[in-house]
């Protein structure tokens, strides 16, 4: 088993920054694909970055790329989401989420067997 926890979320002005982190038990977290997703009231949740296990590939969706970067310190058991530049339309529940195989591919919720229990983004204008 794996548990995650998410911790960084706040409230920010639009334009600002915020690190998101993931806290992961279990030595196996060291060979889990990690993403971040988030969900808005009234959306699906959605796919925000995806990282390896080794943390040499990494995934964004169109959204956030360029803005956004996703990390990892498997020592650490940690997962990061560095949120720069942020917009209005980030404001969510962030969640990471892990996973061995990620069957369905990276960027879909369903391929992540282990979620963290959400952190909240707030991004005023």
Known sequence: QV?????????VQAGGSLRLSCAAS???FRSYTMGWFRQAPGKER????????SGYNTYYADSVAG????S?????????????SLKPEDTAVYYCAADLRVQ???HHAVS???WGQGTQVTVSL
Request: charged share 20%; hydrophobic share 40%; net charge neutral.
């Open 67 to 70: 803005r956004f970067t996703i």
């Open 104 to 106: 369905f591919g990276i």
């Open 72 to 84: 990892r310190h498997n020592a650490k058991n940690l997962g990061y989401l560095e949120m720069n």
């Open 112 to 114: 992540y067997e282990y």
């Open 46 to 53: 959605e796919f925000v970055a995806g990282i390896s296990w």
């Open 26 to 28: 279990g030595r196996a």
């Open 3 to 11: 548990q995650l926890v998410e911790s960084g979320g706040g409230l």
